[in-house]
């Protein structure tokens, strides 16, 4: 899929008042796109683009994304005030960090309801448009964490492990339309994904699990000197788009290829270890 060549093209990005959303946003309005960009609270996105970037082709949206009435009203708000809708890019999510025991039965209805419901509402909000108009790139932000897993991150990685089968299974299912479907895998950058606003915590904790203490402390002394560069990821998933052949999966900083080549090392180790074991549960061929 090319981005139109006559007119500005028009982005939907979620999740866009602070981190790698808000640089996303800066750097398309300063492009010459179209931007609506949906946040719970509009005047803290405004705040952040301050002056130096011209907003008059932005569209502020307050959105709860598990609302899948005020969903479906903002996408279909977009597409009307921009005339085209061409660019989806899902970004929303926070961090937690817990041990699995420690997590509740809250906690984990409000992950994943805005890392899975909340992308399903977006989707079945733009892709009826996207599908008749046969064109059109959906960016999920996933991250390495939806690759591999860590202590402590169990929750976190069961949003973005389920993001990316969503991802997976809707790039197969929108191909034919000409939409393209980029899963977006970064490591740690540089934003406030580590700050006790972006980092959720436990209510309770358990005695048994002193090195999750330890590492929610070690990722909080993490803030501010993350490997990532926000400004180089915002463009890299830019270009990725604009080039029209982003691959299935852009993963970001060299980090997250480390983490993520470990993972497909241990993956195939696993795999070839059972290569002669797993026919045995096959029926027997007569």
């Given at each position: 899929m090319s981005l139109p060549s006559d007119r500005p093209s028009t982005w939907l990005v979620t999740g866009a008042s602070r981190g790698l959303g808000l640089e996303l946003v800066a750097q398309l309005l300063r492009r010459g796109d179209n931007v609506a960009a949906?946040?719970?609270?509009?005047?803290?996105?405004?705040?952040?683009?301050?002056?130096?970037?011209?907003?008059?082709?932005l569209l502020p949206l307050t959105v709860d994304l598990p609302d899948e009435a005020a969903v479906t009203e903002a996408v279909g708000q977009a597409a009307e005030h921009f005339g085209a809708l061409?660019?989806?890019?899902?970004?929303?999510?926070y961090g937690f960090?817990?041990?699995?025991e420690e997590t509740s039965p809250a906690e984990v209805r409000e992950m994943l309801d805005v890392q899975v419901v909340g992308v399903w509402n977006v989707l079945r909000a733009a892709l009826?448009?996207?599908r008749q108009q046969r064109s059109g790139h959906i960016v999920n932000v996933?991250?390495?964490?939806?690759?591999?897993?860590v202590p402590g991150w169990g929750l976190y990685c069961a949003g973005k492990f389920a993001l990316e089968g969503i991802s997976e299974a809707l790039a197969a299912e929108v191909a034919d339309f000409g939409v393209k479907v980029t899963i977006v895998e970064p490591g740690y950058f540089r934003t406030d994904f580590l700050t006790k606003d972006s980092l959720a915590l436990p209510t309770a904790t358990v005695d048994a699990y002193p090195s999750i203490r330890e590492m929610t402390q070690n990722h909080l002394d993490l803030q501010g000197s993350q490997l990532g560069d926000p400004v180089k990821g915002a463009t890299a998933i830019i270009d990725a788009v604009v080039d029209g052949e982003g691959p299935l999966r852009l993963v970001l900083g060299s980090d997250s290829h480390a983490y993520a080549t470990a993972k497909?090392?241990?993956l195939r180790a696993n795999l070839d270890a059972a290569a002669e074991s797993a026919p045995a549960t096959d029926h027997v061929t007569v």
């Open positions: 949906t946040t719970r609270a509009t005047d803290r996105l405004l705040l952040a683009l301050g002056t130096d970037v011209d907003t008059s082709r061409d660019v989806v890019v899902n970004n929303a999510g960090l817990a041990a699995v009826p448009i996207l996933s991250s390495v964490l939806g690759l591999t897993a497909v090392d241990a």
